[in-house]
């Protein structure tokens, strides 16, 4: 059986699902010091005093230090995308030094022998503040005379960023139908199950930190940048990581500072957050205001999209935090044909914690106004949801097809996805009981939601990052080694947090060498093992990392197709690969396996001329185009009208991600998805008061569903393969999270039109739902 | 989990308890399992100086019968309590609703008289041992054994009528008898999550008439509170959709409920209006 498209278990579960592996938090070289903050209790506060004497008296307790104490080597936090020549960035030092603007910053440290004495000594530890102005709302953020979060800039706003394809003029003039909405996508706390955490040791010159992070090489590197401690004297391991959604693709202070402590004390310091300090610390999600307007024929076909957001940067902006918004810029007109888009962003400064790349990152954001837009658009013209999406979606002949945002989609078949899905969600009949339900005035209304997605995954063509001012290139590198005995070691940039690359990476090498799929073995995640790497987000493991694997493991076998031919002493054009052996066409008998072709590499005692010993490659892949996965997801809801609660009834996700490797990983990434958008939709909030608190520090307050709140989905897939890398895969890691939202608030709307509901907003809580119904009815 | 320091008593036995909580004094916290005063260590909301932990103490686990009513241990486990056979026979309105107390891992750790004595009251028992007229029954070295009537024990928000020398031994239910039915609903965003309302209710029929009713609600105030004025309403009457939907109208009356991130305090009305109906619909419907 062929490894590609095996569902196998995963490989590295037992060891992470039981925590008996390396979790950062496990590490605890001898003699560690243990880490402590003192966090701002204050949105916005010049720090007048931090008086550290009373906590150094402390038992057990080796420094004490504040941000004015590590002012002359903490550097600034690096943001690398630069997204206008003119965007507005503040410096951002690891601990404050003189102003807090937000509430969890860190201004002081403790450094104990054990961790129950660093955080009590932090109780000792006294600051004076002065509080000032505190900026919660984005809105009267950006009005004149507003007050400020970083004073000297004289503005709350870091910049501007503008797209614009067609005549948005002649669209909109006279248009027979224009829906205009405000959107507000709530902001969200990533909350991976493993919180984060770090351990530097230092040895002479070097370091080497573990850190819970999704991106080794990035961090290694902007820590040298930031400590000016070089480069090649920073190793950096992320071991197994539980969890990331974005959240961990960052360079956080306490990393920083992990480092400048080691550095000082000459010993491991580790430091591992509390989930509340997690909530406060760890940077969040969406947070935009949507204004969209969209322009339509009677017939329903769209003429053009305007897009006007406010992003709420939060206090500073971190590694990626502007350009977030901005990759939804090329998401918003979806999978639809129109004549004119414009799209402009500003990203706006508040006293709240800085936001950055949550799964999805600016697509589910986009997703969602136009999923609700081509709803509300087909309510409005009486029209069935999935007619007028017909009316206005890219049809399956018509690709490539150059979208208006500027990319060019591929591949793709919406038709085939949704026909799909309509046959598994028994459309008809749920349009029947919905239709029935009315008709009695049931208490319990159903409503059915639409969302027919595309995303861009496989970030990403290093040439495009160019062009939009990114900091880096996004190709991905692979290694393979056949080892003497004829086992396997593969080497990845990409360094999986829960992925399951351990299991999909040895299917791939299993494929291509024809080695057993227990004969390989995955390396990641340590920059002294895997020295070159762009690491793990935005669905591009298996779309850039993958392929690079794929194309590295295709050149070992040529090489090995070389020594087989002058072993065999036949010519390399009659041989052929199968099975893990090279035979010679018609003359089956006369063959070498591909572990006797490495103990030929390996001894070298025949080689042909030009041709160096051992059996390896490297390859590295920078991709010529993203990736579109799409698909159509179907949910039926049934709300109380009593109560305001929903429950989802059903769920139909079919989805195409191209060729698939594993369907199992897959399934798994869908299932997760669903959750984490579901979530949005209906449960998750991270609310700040008006004082710039964050009242969601634990999880009775933040609330994440568990299995008990959701359906069971039906899943299913199309293939339509990937045109632009050789394994036909696309991404689909963010799939879920992006299609889900709208889908679930489609349905409820649709549920509650005929009570007078046009939206409800994020997170649908039963409340919100109740409260729509009270000023539906009272129209 | 980084708590405050703390000493750490175990008493062996009840006895053992009783003498090792005077001269732990007035700043000492019982623990009993530890659902609710692990979070308050661990986001150092308290600051106890001594922690008497009553897991030992096998004596306070047992369920018992005795004659026309049970006694539940107070460290009797959720787990216990729900899959116990006399509570599923005798008090089925304190295993439906132990059932939704937080989740199986909790449950294996949380009590039952640990619940009650914290007196949460968006905590699912209080309201239950209300509805069931339930019967403290507590006990010092110094003052020996007291009985306390539900109705007497909550005080204030997380007070009870116990002394600081006083352990909860446990509670003492009332065994259903023939005609009487219950139901505890509870509303909550997520199966995990706290109840923003709920409505446990006890209601005995004769011959189709409301004979005995009582409902206690949930997160309705600063302690759990009976629905007075739907009992007084439906007593001695004749059961019909009609009365009950009237009567379920004046669930909130008399309630102060709170407000936060999950309810207001007039959406907590309606759902408590919306509930007793329910609540008494289904105990009844049998």
Known sequence: MTEIGRARLRSEDARLVTGRTRWTDNLTPAGTLHVAYLRSPHAHARIDRVDVEAAKGRPNVVAVLSGADLAAEQGALPCAWQVTEDMRLPAHPPMAVDEVRYAGEPVACVVARDRYSAVDALEDIDVDYTPLPVVVDMERAVQDGADLVHGDMGTNESYTWVFEQGDMDAAMRDAPVLLERRFVQQRLIPTAMEPRAVLCEPDGEDFTLHSATQIPHILRLMLSVVTEIPEHR????????????????????????????????????????????????????????????????????????????????????????????????????????????????????????????????GRPEATFAIE??????????????????????????EFPYDSIAGLTYDTGNYEAATDKAL???????????????????????????????????????????????????????ASVRVLPSGKVEVVTGSSAHGQGHETAWAQIASDRLGVPFEDVKVLHGDTAVAPKGMDTYGSRSLAVGGVALFRACDKVVEKARTIA?????????????????????????????????????????????????????????????????????????????????TKIREYVAVDDVGTVVNPMIVEGQVHGGLAQGIAQALYEEAVYDADGNLTTTTMADYLLPSAADLPTFTTDRTETPAAGNPLGVKGVGEAGTIASTPAVVNAIVDALRPFGVRDVPMPCTPERVWTALREGGAR | MIP???????????????????????????????????????????????????????????????????VVGATATHHQVMNDPLVRRFAPLVAAATATVA????????????????????????????????????????GGDREIPARDFFVDWMTTALEPDELLTGVRLPKAGPGWGFHYEKFHRTAQAWAIVGVACAVRRVQGAVEDVRIGLTNMGSVPVRA???????????????????????????????????????YRSHLARVLTRRALGAATAR
């Not at chain 2, 008493?11 to 009993?32: C, Q, T, W, Y």
């Not at chain 2, 379920?248 to 936060?260: I, N, Q, V, Y």
Request: hydrophobic share 40%; net charge negative.
């Open chain 1, 372 to 397: 609700r837009l081509m709803d509300d658009l087909a309510a409005e013209l009486g029209v069935d949801p999935i007619e007028v999406r017909r009316r206005n979606w890219i049809t399956h002949e």
């Open chain 1, 565 to 645: 031919a002058h072993l065999l002493e036949a010519s390399e054009d009659d041989l052929e690969f199968g099975g893990g052996r090279f035979s010679v066409k018609g003359v089956e008998e006369a063959g070498l396996t591909i572990q006797e072709v490495t103990q030929a590499a390996f001894a070298a005692h025949n080689l042909p001329d030009g041709v160096e010993p051992s059996l390896d490659s490297d390859v590295t892949h920078d991709p010529e185009n993203f990736s579109f996965p799409h698909g159509t997801h179907l949910c039926a809801v049934e709300v109380d009208t009593e109560t305001g609660f």
């Open chain 1, 423 to 477: 046959a598994l969600f028994g459309y008809d009949e749920l349009r029947a009981e919905q239709d029935e339900r009315r008709e009695r005035r049931d208490p319990v209304q159903l409503g059915i939601g639409v969302s027919t997605y595309t995303e861009m995954c496989g970030l990403a063509p290093s040439r495009v990052l160019g062009s939009l001012a990114y900091g880096a290139g996004g190709w991905e590198h």
């Open chain 2, 4 to 70: 405050p320091t703390f000493e750490y008593l175990r008493p062996e036995s009840l006895g053992e308890a009783l003498r090792m909580l005077p001269d732990a004094g007035e700043d000492a916290k019982v623990l009993a399992g530890g659902q609710s005063l692990m979070p308050l260590l661990r986001l150092r909301l308290a600051y106890p100086d001594t922690l008497v932990d009553l897991d030992r103490v096998a004596a306070l686990r047992e369920i018992r019968d005795d004659g026309d009513a049970l």
């Open chain 2, 228 to 266: 007075s004025a739907v009992e007084e309403r439906l007593g001695g009457n004749a059961l019909s959709d009609g009365a009950l939907r009237e009567a379920s109208e004046l669930a909130a009356e008399d309630t102060a409920p709170p407000a936060d991130l999950h309810g207001s305090a007039e």
């Open chain 2, 103 to 142: 989740d199986p891992a909790v449950r294996h750790r949380g009590t039952f008289g640990g619940s009650l004595a914290h007196a949460d009251p968006a905590g699912d028992l209080p309201a239950v041992a209300l509805a069931l007229d339930a019967v403290m029954l507590a006990r010092s070295a110094s």
């Open chain 1, 234 to 361: 920073i190793r950096v391991v992320a071991p197994d990581v539980g969890g990331g959604f974005g959240s961990k693709l960052q360079v956080y202070g306490e990393e920083v500072l992990a480092l400048l402590l080691a550095r000082r004390l000459g010993r491991p310091v580790k430091w591992t957050e509390s989930r509340s300090e997690g909530n406060m610390a760890v940077h969040h999600g969406r947070d935009q205001i949507q204004r969209v307007a969209l322009a339509a024929d009677r017939d329903g076909r769209v003429r053009g999209l305007k897009v006007e957001l406010l992003a709420d940067m939060g206090a500073y902006l971190m590694l990626v935090t502007p350009g977030v918004p901005l990759l939804g810029a090329f998401m918003f007109p979806g999978i639809y044909k129109m004549d004119a888009y414009s799209f402009s962003c500003t990203g706006v400064f508040t006293n709240k914690t800085p936001t950055d790349a949550y799964r999805g990152a």
